[in-house]
């Protein structure tokens, strides 16, 4: 909750959306570059692929985590298993994504490491996520 908190802070702060977009990228990519060996890998092809799917959402750090919002609004959001003490890595929507199929589907996946299918997945739910 503290690193939410100095996350609203952060972005309270006055200076151009463009600034606000740039720190938002540079604070997102050194929060990956902390991240131990396993996560960090995971983490930064995640980043390349919601990047290059849909190059409109803007990363953000949502909790401490990688996140990517749209119109200010997290759709989709990286947590490593480091952070939460967890035996996997999670890739995760919130509702915003509007993944829905049927009365009942995923909103988040468990991540022990990523195959070029995985990002190939990760990258159809993100593109369908942000349009």
Same mark, same amino acid.
């Given at each position: 909750?503290?690193?939410? #908190?100095?996350?609203?802070?952060?972005?309270?702060? /006055?200076? /151009?959306?463009?600034?606000?977009?740039?720190?938002?990228?540079?604070?997102?990519?050194?929060?990956?570059?902390?991240?131990?060996?396993?996560?960090?890998?995971?983490?930064?092809? !995640?980043?390349?692929?919601?990047?290059? /799917?849909? @190059?409109?959402?803007? @990363?953000?750090?949502?909790?401490?985590? @990688?996140?990517? #919002?749209?119109?200010?609004?997290?759709?989709?959001? *990286?947590?490593?298993?480091?952070? *939460?003490?967890?035996?996997?890595?999670?890739?995760? $929507?919130?509702?915003?994504?509007?993944?829905?199929?049927?009365?009942?589907? @995923?909103?988040? $996946?468990?991540?022990?490491?990523?195959? #070029?299918?995985?990002?190939?997945? !990760?990258?159809?739910?993100?593109?369908?996520?942000?349009?």
């Amino acid at each position: 909750m503290k690193e939410r #908190a100095r996350e609203v802070k952060a972005a309270a702060r /006055s200076g /151009s959306q463009a600034d606000k977009v740039a720190q938002d990228e540079a604070a997102v990519v050194a929060k990956i570059a902390e991240m131990e060996d396993a996560d960090r890998a995971m983490a930064e092809r !995640i980043h390349t692929v919601v990047r290059a /799917s849909a @190059p409109d959402l803007a @990363p953000k750090l949502w909790y401490g985590m @990688p996140a990517y #919002a749209k119109d200010g609004k997290v759709v989709c959001f *990286f947590q490593s298993a480091q952070k *939460f003490n967890a035996r996997y890595a999670t890739f995760g $929507f919130n509702d915003r994504a509007e993944l829905d199929e049927g009365t009942m589907w @995923p909103t988040a $996946f468990a991540l022990t490491r990523l195959t #070029a299918a995985d990002e190939a997945r !990760i990258g159809e739910l993100v593109k369908q996520a942000a349009a």
